[in-house]
């Protein structure tokens, strides 16, 4: 079944605490994003990366980082988290100029 | 900063009834036009694509797009209450990425 899966789906931890949340997709394909979601904030994108060992800013990058080492795999870090990075966390991809797939989304919260 | 406008809401239908959703754009060079729906507290899903201006119909689903207004539209025939849900207007800006409207409530009355 094409899918992007992340894990954990749900993660409650505490700020300063390091985490990674992972994606993965199984369609090869080329572009990932992460998201998050806040209420009344829509979907905002946090790094995209459009191919292995290429990424890039979004529009809310600051305190998250990524790396793209392999085609499927799109880990998001958090090095140091903090209350405001709750949020619902979603991992998305796409070939080029085409709909982008989400995964199930990540449930953050940091006390 | 390109944007993509949509009513939030919530939009009341009674259940039978054509839903419309409406979304604008700002960015002339979007190509790729992509409606979403989400549940609350679910991922959102593709329900339709459109890259030429006109209609695309897809059973209950119909896409209208309007390069020259800067015009995407969702029409929902025969609306469920199944259908109540978040609907997202997504607009290819460039590459890859999509800028995302924040989104219209529809509520399905039976």
């Known amino acids: 079944e094409a899918q992007v899966t992340q894990n954990p789906r749900y993660l409650i931890t505490v700020t300063g605490k390091k985490l990674t949340v992972t994606c993965s997709q199984n369609m090869n394909h080329e572009y990932m994003s992460w998201y998050r979601q806040d209420p009344g904030l829509g979907l905002r994108q946090i790094y995209y990366s459009m191919n292995v060992e290429v990424t890039d800013k979004g529009d809310v990058p600051e305190g998250y980082k990524v790396s793209r080492k392999e085609k499927r795999n799109f880990p998001l870090i958090l090095e140091s988290p903090s209350p405001n990075q709750t949020s619902l966390y979603f991992c998305a991809s796409s070939n080029p100029g085409s709909a982008q797939y989400f995964g199930p989304g990540t449930r953050l919260t940091v006390l | 900063q390109k944007e993509v406008e949509q009513n939030s809401g919530p939009l009341s239908v009674p259940e039978g009834a054509i839903a419309s959703l409406n979304c604008t754009y700002s960015?002339?060079?979007?190509?790729?036009f992509f409606w979403y729906r989400q549940y609350s507290g679910k991922s959102p899903e593709l329900i339709m694509s459109?890259?030429?201006?006109g209609d695309k119909e897809d059973g209950r689903f119909t896409a209208q797009l309007n390069k020259a207004s800067q015009y995407v539209s969702l029409l929902i025939r025969d609306s469920q209450p199944s259908d109540s849900a978040t609907y997202l207007c997504?607009?290819?800006?460039?590459?890859?990425?999509?800028?995302f409207g924040a989104g219209t409530i529809l509520r399905v009355k039976s």
């Open positions: 960015d002339r060079g979007s190509q790729s």
């Open positions: 997504a607009v290819n800006e460039y590459g890859n990425k999509l800028v």
């Open positions: 459109i890259y030429s201006n």
